[in-house]
């Protein structure tokens, strides 16, 4: 994991840790480009800071590298009515539906990811209102 957010920085604690491009690109085998590609194409949940790089939570990969299909299964449906950053910290924010659970804890726990999608979906439909 490469630090690509100052410890302090908000949504360090509520989102990070992450890895950056590069870090990310070394860790996968892949050029920064295919990982940059990925992004802008929402095959990897990616936030992008202020003077233009990307960053990539961890929670979203397997121990081999892969980003975990039902967590971009969410990142999709959030997507389609947030921004980056307000998706990624709703798969961080604990849900009452989910027992006070984050939608990530819900999946850690072996929990259906048709519930967290169902509350995605809401989410969105209250973003768009």
């Known amino acids: 994991m490469t630090p690509a957010l100052p410890d302090d920085h908000p949504y360090d604690r509520l989102v990070g840790p992450f890895h950056?491009?590069?870090?990310?690109?070394?860790?996968r085998s892949v050029a920064?480009?295919?990982?940059?590609?990925?992004?802008?194409?929402?095959r990897l949940v990616a936030c992008q800071l202020d003077g233009g790089g990307w960053v990539f939570p961890v929670w979203q990969f397997t121990d081999a590298g892969e980003a975990r299909?039902?967590?971009?299964?969410?990142?999709?449906?959030?997507?389609?009515?947030?921004?980056?950053?307000m998706c990624a910290l709703w798969l961080r924010s604990p849900q009452p539906e989910l027992g006070?659970?984050?939608a990530l804890d819900w999946l850690d726990d072996g929990r259906p990811v048709d519930a967290a999608l169902d509350?995605?979906?809401?989410?969105?439909?209250?973003?768009?209102?």
């Open 20 to 27: 950056d491009t590069d870090g990310l690109a070394q860790w």
């Open 32 to 42: 920064p480009e295919t990982i940059t590609t990925a992004a802008l194409g929402d």
């Open 69 to 85: 299909p039902e967590v971009l299964a969410l990142w999709a449906v959030l997507r389609a009515g947030g921004d980056r950053w």
């Open 100 to 102: 006070d659970r984050t």
């Open 119 to 129: 509350l995605a979906r809401a989410a969105v439909l209250v973003w768009a209102s």
